[in-house]
């Protein structure tokens, strides 16, 4: 059962700003959105967070490279590219953090004193490996050797290029003091790192033994000042992972308005992250957590990649798709409802127009669109667009009322549990049930006959109270053809608002009052000529 006085608090990674958004990147922030946008749908309160990695190496080579300062090249691609994609998407965060802001900066230079008066923190000389596009000091089992033109070099597994040798005298963290204490937390509450590989891969990770880490750089410049020694700013990932405790408020007054958003909000209840960022969020980030005494998230989800020749999609290797590109054509509703259904949350999966534009027609445009307008077209045309009253329901009814009602609960346990895919599903076939039964009935034979009429409206009542629940429980996914369903069933002016409905009670049948008002309006998901 959620606790009343804690918020669902669901979090995306932030992205690196050195260059504009693929759909890779909006993969998560959209699981992210249709997770907080389900729990919102369940009556509870909930905080979904997103934003922006702005320091680092990184970033500092895409600004030199682009002749301005990092900071000019921040503020420019995160106004023009990274703050857009959300309203394309059709996000619903509450809040979008920036690495760059002053409330940032002040509370990961208080997080960090505090780790440091806690003793875990020391000076010490670095000396190995640094791969600059995942920002990691690596270590030797993490690296290749080069083919090619890399030969007789070490390269990143997830890069397919040499690593950098550092050597600087470096702030540690003493990270090995918490190996113990992970194994103990992750064996007490294996849920807390899912799927069950990524479990796996952590916990063999621990039990090698953990060694301390760099915690600030000497040759870097752009980045947070470490407060107690100005030649060095933080690492960048010990600066980034803490956005999650920042934006909502972490060191503020407790009775600040900051202060209170920390204590409903803290501790996460799912950071998600792409699988080549797990290590440091369910190894560094809960240990960080632990050394200043704060409770790590309750757990770490991670996602697997959107591929391109069987290979993460990158911009560095060219194979990025803009979400602009998808949802120009297939509209966001579309979008999100692919993503989600088509790959199975925690593993990698390929994206294809043909694949995409197969889907849309099938289980949207022919799907739920069809469904529809045949219900409001018939509603207008056999009954003058009020929905008729149901006497006698027979057992065909009381078999769709039985398929809702099971429908609601298995997408209910799904998307908890983050499957997605077999929330998306359960609604899916409910919908093909419907069409089912709309073809089963005939209920434009039995227009006919004006003998029919209590039977035809029976049927016509069915398929709307269908729909109604339909949009319900597909309103986290696909917002905005759900309110305009919402809108064409006349729903609004007797339930009230879509947002308002809850998932506790959506399976309940015959919830539309007789008598609505339901009007045909535009077509949820028009049908596509070809693919772009
Ligand atoms: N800035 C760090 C994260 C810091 S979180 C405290 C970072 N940024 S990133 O921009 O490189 O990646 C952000 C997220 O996008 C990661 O979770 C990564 O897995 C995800 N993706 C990047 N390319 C992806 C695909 N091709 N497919 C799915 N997700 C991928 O790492």
């Known amino acids: ?6 918020a669902f608090y669901v979090t995306t990674p932030i992205y690196y700003v050195n260059d504009a958004p693929h759909i ?21 309160q909930v905080w979904f967070l997103t934003g ?33 994609v959300l309203g394309t998407i059709d996000a619903a ?20 004193e505090t780790v440091r008066d806690n003793g875990y923190v020391y000076s010490a000389m670095y000396e190995g490996p640094y791969c600059v596009g995942c920002e990691e000091f690596k270590l030797a089992g993490d690296l290749l050797d080069g083919t090619g033109e890399y030969q007789g070099q070490q390269v990143c597994p997830i890069h397919g290029r040499p690593v950098e040798q550092l050597e600087e005298e470096n702030w540690f963290f003493r990270l090995s003091a918490f190996s113990d204490l992970l194994l103990e937390r992750y064996e007490a509450d294996p849920d807390a790192i899912q799927p069950r590989s990524a479990y796996n891969e952590v916990m063999s990770f621990i039990r090698q033994g953990l060694v301390d880490i760099s915690m600030s750089r000497s ?35 407790p009775d600040s308005a900051d202060g209170r958003r920390f204590a409903e909000c ?50 560095s290797k060219l194979t990025g798709i803009s979400p602009e590109q998808i949802i120009d054509h297939f509209g966001s509703d579309a979008f999100r409802y692919h993503f989600l259904r088509a790959i199975q949350f925690g593993q990698d999966g390929s994206f294809s127009w043909e694949d995409m534009a197969a889907r849309y027609t099938a289980e949207l445009a022919n799907g739920l669109g069809n469904l529809a307008s ?69 209920p434009w034979v039995l227009a006919k006959d004006p003998a029919n009429a209590d039977r035809l409206g029976v049927v016509l009542y069915t398929i ?40 506790a009670t959506v399976g309940e049948w015959a919830q539309l009052p007789p008598g609505t008002l339901v009007v045909k309006g535009e077509g949820l998901f028009p049908r596509l000529d070809d693919a772009p």
């Not at 059962?1 to 804690?6: H, Q, Y």
């Not at 803490?242 to 934006?247: M, V």
């Not at 696909?478 to 007797?494: C, F």
Request: net charge negative; aromatic share 10%; proline share 5%.
């Open 266 to 315: 803290w501790p996460p209840d799912v950071n998600l992250v792409g699988k080549d960022i797990l290590r440091f969020h369910a190894v560094y980030w809960p240990a960080m957590l632990m050394a200043a005494g704060l409770e790590p998230p309750r757990k770490v989800f991670a996602h697997g990649w959107l591929l391109v020749g069987g290979e993460k999609m990158s911009k």
């Open 464 to 503: 709307c109270d269908s729909l109604r629940a339909i949009a319900v429980l597909y309103n986290p996914v696909m917002p905005k053809a759900m309110s305009s369903l919402w809108e064409q069933l006349g729903a609004q002016a007797v339930l009230g608002p879509l947002a308002e409905q809850r998932i």
């Open 93 to 112: 965060n509450d809040d979008f953090i920036r690495t760059t802001e002053p409330r940032h900066i002040e509370r990961v230079q208080r997080f960090w």
């Open 52 to 84: 922006v990695d702005e320091h680092g190496t990184k970033v500092q080579r895409a600004a030199d490279a682009g002749g301005v300062t990092p900071q000019q090249w921040v503020d420019r691609l995160v106004a023009d590219a990274w703050l857009p």
């Open 24 to 44: 890779g990147h909006a993969y998560a922030t959209t699981a992210g959105d249709v997770l907080t946008r389900w729990h919102r749908q369940r009556g509870e």
């Open 219 to 253: 040759s870097v410049s752009w980045g947070i000042p470490l407060p107690w020694d100005d030649d060095q700013v933080i690492y960048v990932w010990f600066d980034a992972l803490l956005n999650y405790a920042t934006a909502v408020g972490y060191g503020a007054e």
């Open 1 to 6: 059962m959620p606790d009343a006085a804690k």
């Open 374 to 442: 045949r219900a409001t077209a018939m509603v207008g045309r056999y009954c003058d667009g009020v929905l008729p009253a149901a006497h006698d329901f027979t057992e065909a009814e009381h078999e769709i009322a039985r398929a809702l009602a099971e429908a609601a609960s298995t997408a209910d346990r799904a998307m908890g549990e983050l499957d997605f895919s077999t929330g998306i599903t359960a609604v899916k076939d409910f919908v093909e049930r419907v069409n089912g039964y709309v073809t089963e009935q005939e």
